[in-house]
């Protein structure tokens, strides 16, 4: 089984990048924005609970996000492997990931970090935030919080999967086909 982390600050591309690898590997996909999404779209008491914290710009608790993905790992039978997009964000999430896994008889095979230049995540999300209707991408002094956020709190995640060997630093500035190569190559490796 092939289950993949996609890593990288908000507007680095994630999502793009994400469907292009689930349709070359054939791969679920786990984001934790869309189980959010819809959670919220549902009304649920985890969507309501995960709204204070987004609206503000801030990360989901650990608690709310590990049930939510829990629940996806246990209703997807018969896949071929997972790519888990925005997600684990602390090192809390990466150790219950971990386990998780274990309890399905697999693990995490690599990282994939997308590093994007703060210049240029601001201006992805600012142009996404006219067409998406999402507040937190229409609003700069939020959008630097949320990178703030990410720099302060996730970045350690990647030297969690460093000291494990698994990860893989990716340039993603260029066009989507040039970063999509470049990550099909790391991937590549693990099939």
């Known amino acids: 089984m092939l289950n993949l982390v996609l890593f990288g600050p908000p507007g680095a591309g994630k999502g793009t990048q994400s469907e292009h690898l689930i349709n070359k590997y054939n791969l679920t996909h786990i984001s934790t924005g869309d189980l959010f999404r819809k959670h919220l779209g549902e009304g649920t008491q985890l969507g309501k609970n995960a709204q204070k914290y987004m609206d503000e710009g801030n990360l989901v608790p650990d608690e709310i996000v590990i049930g939510m993905v829990e629940d996806k790992l246990q209703n997807t039978p018969g896949t071929q492997g997972f ?3 925005g997600f684990p964000r602390t090192i809390a999430q990466a150790e219950a990931l971990d386990k998780l896994m274990s309890q ?17 995540l601001l201006k992805r999300l600012l142009n996404r935030g006219k067409t998406s209707g999402r507040a ?12 703030s956020v990410y720099n302060k709190e996730t970045t350690p ?3 969690y999967y460093k000291n494990q060997g698994k990860l893989n630093t990716v340039k993603g500035v260029g066009s989507i086909e040039d970063i999509f190569e470049r990550l099909s190559a790391i991937v590549d490796k693990h099939v």
């Open 83 to 85: 790519i888990f997009d």
């Open 104 to 120: 399905h008889n697999t693990q995490i095979n690599t990282m994939l970090a997308l590093q994007v230049p703060e210049e240029e």
């Open 136 to 147: 937190d991408d229409q609003n700069e002094a939020k959008i630097k919080n949320r990178i």
């Open 157 to 159: 995640v990647a030297n």
